[in-house]
């Protein structure tokens, strides 16, 4: 899920798995062009024929981004960075199961993706992972 585009100064943000490092991971800038990742570190290669709820976000209150991958109420995963100024308001289209402009596109299923305008705090985010089993649309 993303509203990024690889080339020119159209980055904002992206949740994505990355093929070459075989990690999710989420990305996000501040004007467009300056890229702050985290990937995971934790989790490791995903397994085929496993359900994740991967869920990345800018947290306004920390400054920070997160990233936290889980299968039903056990969480496997969790990154954080730090990240401030904000997130790039991107005028690329929303994706889903695509990759920006790269031509990648998703050979899995998604369920229930959700997307909020709003900077998320420390307590929505956590209110939205709901212990693993994730909010559905139109929670936030």
Request: glycine share 14%.
């Given at each position: ?45 995903p397994s ?47 994706r889903l ?25 420390g307590g ?17």
């Amino acid at each position: 899920m993303s509203k990024w585009n690889a080339t020119g100064s159209q980055q904002g943000w992206a949740i994505e798995y990355d093929s070459g490092a075989d990690r999710f991971r989420v990305r996000a800038t501040h004007d467009g062009s300056t890229i702050v990742s985290l990937a995971d570190s934790n989790l490791g290669s995903p397994s085929t024929s496993t359900w994740y709820l991967v869920f990345g976000g800018y947290d306004a209150d920390e400054d920070e981004l997160r990233l936290r991958i889980g299968t039903g109420a056990s969480l496997l995963a969790e990154e954080v960075t730090a990240h401030t100024l904000g997130v790039f308001d991107s005028s690329e289209v929303l994706r889903l199961g695509a990759s920006g402009d790269a031509g990648s596109f998703l050979t899995g299923s998604l369920d229930e993706p959700g997307y909020s305008e709003q900077p998320l705090t420390g307590g929505l985010m956590t209110e939205v992972w709901n212990a693993g089993a994730g909010k559905a649309h139109p929670y936030i």
